[in-house]
């Protein structure tokens, strides 16, 4: 099938660090458009490159999950920093350092990570370790298996919306279409592109600019520098409010 993972990756020539410079460099164009640029046109493109970003990262968070030494420690990391960037992120984007209105990206990550690994979890107990059991249990472990998961996916838009996260639901279910249909990247795509589309704000309909660089993975991870690419999100945010300070004075 030409819609095969393995067939896709082997044509694909970016690695998981290609994807996050990507990500990371997109996001610095949508977010200094969003805190600095006033000229509409150039805000308006900006914002439109800045729409590549989220599905990457929700994407390699999904690849993380897959290849990650500790889950503990992962979600440890996206916690931490979700924690640490909340000041930058009030102080860049809300201009205030304490603003219950809208939380950082990194929660978001936070819990759509818990969710697939609940998922996932409940999906190894109840349906794969149980693949040559009787019908009628096999039938019965499945829609328990389901109902679980459901209440998984439910659990997370909820957290997700009551702590008014960036991404929100949008976030939670960019990440379960990756994870669900990750063996079938373009359908994958679609998924999360609908998505955006019926849930998102008018700029949403660029995410589908993220596709490319998805359909180029190629399943490697390249160089590893795990801690700049962490540290890049509350630093930037930073710089940008120092720059906006210092236009305004």
Known sequence: MIFEMSKLRQRGILTSFSLKCIA?????????????????QIYIIMRIIGRIS????????????????????????????????????????????FNLKKQNVFFTLFVGLAMIALIDKTIDLFIRKNSSSAFGKKYLLTVIALILCICFVAA???????????????????????????????????????????????????SILSALPILLYNGKKGRSMRWPFYFFYPAHLLILYALRMMIRS
Do not use: W
């Not at 979600?75 to 992120?89: I, K, T």
């Not at 838009?157 to 008014?164: G, N, P, T």
């Open 24 to 40: 990371l460099s997109c996001m610095l164009i949508d977010h200094t458009a969003y805190v600095l640029v006033r000229h509409q």
């Open 54 to 97: 989220f599905p990457l990262f929700c994407f390699l968070i999904v690849e993380g999950y897959f290849h990650t030494r500790s889950l503990k420690r992962y979600l440890m990391r996206l916690f931490v920093f979700a924690l640490v960037s909340e000041a930058p992120f009030d102080m860049a984007l809300y201009n205030g350092i």
């Open 156 to 206: 997370a838009a909820k957290a997700v919306s009551l702590l008014r996260t960036d991404y929100s639901v949008i976030g939670v279910l960019t990440i379960l279409g990756y994870f669900l249909l990750r063996k079938i990247p373009p359908l994958a795509i679609l998924s999360v592109y609908a998505v955006h589309i019926k849930l998102g704000g008018p700029y949403q309909v660029y």
